[in-house]
């Protein structure tokens, strides 16, 4: 079985450990995606974007600008070396979604503060968008595809009253992830439980990659080659 080298088009430090734990060893290259811009283009194509859209919409982004550097940037290419003829890019986003609103990183601690205030005690959706673009080379089974798809997860939210809720946006944390909260780090105690992957809502759902990767002839341990 040849081996494949994963390419992630992020600079989530969640996602790397994720795939890490899961035998995964990455090459990182972060995306240099204008995320307003291409939402704001994709929501005058469409008549508008349903929060899974959205995300899937920038994964796909993400994921494209990273391949195209790949294979056109000399510097990008030498950080991948020989793995470059092996490489498959995948990129994610997300964001919570509540009351039909898309909420992705909060732009201040007092946004966080409110953002945690209208969901305690109440449950949202952490829609995660993946892509993964294949660049192998065809003498290693390389196949050209670019495809995509969005994991949902409903999140509850523990009732916390303002003093937790102060303290928890004063270690920052919040204000660097989607929706303001992590579930497997210090926002994991106000998570009183999800519906659907919990990998989905670290920020990479580990068994919609594997079945993307399934759709172009990659099992899941060519990854760990």
């Not at 089974?141 to 928890?168: K, N, P, Q, R």
């Not at 999800?194 to 990659?218: F, M, N, Y």
Request: proline share 4%.
């Amino acid at each position: 079985m040849p081996t494949v080298h994963l390419v992630l088009a992020s600079q989530s430090p969640a996602r790397l450990s994720t795939l890490r734990a899961a035998g995964v060893t990455p090459t990182v290259v972060v995306s240099q995606v204008d995320e307003d811009a291409v939402l704001a283009a994709a929501r005058e194509r469409f008549d508008g974007l349903e929060p899974a859209d959205a995300v899937l919409v920038l994964a796909q982004a993400k994921a494209e600008e990273v391949a195209r550097r790949v294979e056109d940037d000399e510097e990008t290419a030498d950080l991948l070396g020989a793995q470059v003829a092996d490489a498959v890019v995948v990129g994610c986003d997300s964001m919570l979604e509540l009351d039909g609103a898309i909420l992705g990183k909060p732009a201040d601690a007092a946004d966080a503060v409110a953002r945690w205030q209208a969901m305690r005690g109440r449950s949202g959706v952490l829609h995660t968008g993946h892509w993964v673009i294949d660049l192998r080379d065809t003498a290693t089974g390389g196949t050209g595809a670019t495809l995509g798809a969005t994991s949902s997860t409903t999140c509850h939210f523990a009732d916390v009253d303002d003093d937790e809720i102060a303290a928890y946006v004063a270690t920052g944390e919040p204000l660097n992830v989607a929706g303001a909260f992590t579930i497997d780090g210090l926002g994991g105690p106000y998570i009183d439980g999800v519906e659907g992957d919990h990998h989905g809502v670290v920020g990479i759902s580990l068994p919609l990659l594997r079945d993307l990767l399934g759709e172009l002839d990659i099992p899941w341990r060519a990854l760990r080659g």
